[in-house]
């Protein structure tokens, strides 16, 4: 049965830090590309970062230089740390994995609030 379960989602002043936490199961994960989303009311999802399953990372434009996305294939867990918050930074994110195709042929978790306010 596959599982992708995140983590780590609060409260946190602007400037702040917080890491997310994607844990997986049920799949070979070092085979999946693994990736991070956020989505606010009344917009679509979208993508903040990801890391490709043959190694590279990209990231979207309004998180260059303040998140960094890693995964540990040991623990079949990938990481989302934000650094330098911004309360437009406050969405729900959403952990997807998916081996090949579309994100939308992926696996979803069921998403961790994040909000930035003072």
């Known amino acids: 049965q596959v599982q992708v379960v995140e983590s780590g989602g609060g409260l946190v002043q602007p400037g702040g830090s917080l890491r997310l936490s994607c844990a997986a199961s049920?799949?070979?994960?070092?085979?999946?590309?693994m990736s991070w989303h956020r989505q606010t009311p009344g917009k679509e999802r979208e993508l903040v970062a990801v890391t490709w399953r043959y190694g590279s990372t990209n990231y979207g434009d309004s998180v260059k230089g303040r998140f960094t996305i890693s995964r540990d294939n040991a623990k079949n867990t990938v990481y989302l740390q934000m650094n330098s918050l911004k309360a437009e930074d406050t969405a729900v994110y959403y952990c997807?994995?998916?081996?090949?195709?579309?994100?939308?042929?992926?696996?979803w978790g069921q998403g961790t609030q994040v909000t930035v306010s003072s």
């Open positions: 997807n994995a998916v081996r090949f195709g579309s994100w939308a042929e992926g696996y």
């Open positions: 049920g799949f070979t994960f070092s085979s999946y590309t």
